[in-house]
């Protein structure tokens, strides 16, 4: 039984035993790209962990700042309304309508 078991997993030439899939062999292309898609969804879950641990520290260092710097309460000042409630100005200058024109 073993030997019929041997005979179906390794191939008859020889070389790397292979196991057999429903859709033949993994290329090296499939593998590449798995691996690759491996190492994206790492480095992603990675940087969201960062960003999230950076975003923590600026929160906190936001809040330590507003807890150094306390803005002065000042007392409110109340003025009485203004009756008016916009200036003009008029420029009251003399301009000539016609203009005269001395040769030499």
């Given amino acids: 039984m073993l030997h019929l078991l ?11 035993p292979r196991l057999p899939s429903a859709g033949g062999d993994v290329s090296d292309l499939g593998a590449a790209l798995i691996a690759l898609a491996c190492i994206i969804v790492i480095l992603g879950f990675v940087g969201i962990v960062y960003h ?26 109340f003025v009485e309304p203004s009756l008016k409630e916009y200036e003009t100005q008029v420029l009251q200058m003399s301009i000539p309508l016609m203009t005269t024109v001395v040769a030499a």
């Fill in 6 to 16: 041997l005979l179906f997993v390794l191939p008859q030439g020889g070389g790397i």
């Fill in 52 to 77: 999230c641990c950076m975003w923590s520290r600026y929160v906190a260092y936001r809040e330590r700042v507003k807890r150094m710097y306390v803005a002065p309460r000042y007392e409110p000042v």
